[in-house]
């Protein structure tokens, strides 16, 4: 009795060590190699995420530095690299020129939405609506958050879509949600 007792004291034990380690590792999750902490802004964290060199040099070209990180909250759709990578060649350099900080700045705030919602939030409202959620973003235009499967797509106006890979990375100043592709607005 006393040798079962252990054991299940040990099995407990080990249990609450994975739960521990699980939910420090979900308060903080690693994007492009690079631990994010609730406690700092979208853009203190984002800096720091070898997967998203364009977009915050897109975000720095723009002026949109302070924007992000104010109060907000915002909801922030994070397209990697390789996204950007996706647009037809010289696409993003046309976009980084001062001359056009208008249009890249169109660009990034169709990433973004006024508010904090969560992926399940968003799966939530989906759901309601059967399988798709409109909002609106930052720039005007209309995203629509939908479910395929298991997993969460964004489509902008122009029909493109785009996977969140990695929800809820949590900020001081919102939420972002990593994305493969870059949402084009009309």
């Known amino acids: 009795m006393f040798k079962r007792t252990k054991i299940l004291s040990s099995i407990a ?4 060590g994975m739960a521990l380690s699980a939910n420090i590792s979900l308060a903080n999750p690693e994007v492009g190699g690079a631990p994010m902490f609730e406690s700092k802004t979208i853009v203190e964290n984002a800096v720091n995420s070898k997967d998203h060199t364009t977009l915050v040099a897109a975000v720095k070209a723009a002026g949109l530095v302070d924007t992000l990180a104010s109060p907000g909250p ?9 996204g950007f990578e996706k647009l037809p060649a010289g696409t993003v350099e046309t976009l980084l020129k001062p ?14 939405v006024a508010g904090k919602m969560s992926a399940s939030d968003l799966v939530r409202k989906a759901k309601a609506n059967g399988g798709r959620y409109n909002m609106q973003a ?33 900020q001081s100043n919102g939420v972002i949600h990593v994305v493969d592709s870059v949402l084009v607005p009309r």
Do not use: C, M, R
Request: aromatic share 6%; no cysteine; proline share 2%.
């Open 13 to 16: 034990a080990l249990a609450t």
């Open 74 to 82: 915002f909801t922030v759709f994070a397209p990697v690299n390789k």
């Open 99 to 112: 001359e056009n900080k208008g249009q890249l700045t169109k660009v990034l705030t169709a990433h973004v």
């Open 138 to 170: 930052v720039s005007g235009d209309a995203l629509t958050a939908v479910i395929t499967g298991k997993a969460l797509y964004l489509f902008d106006e122009s029909g493109g879509a785009s996977k969140i890979t990695i929800a809820d990375v949590n």
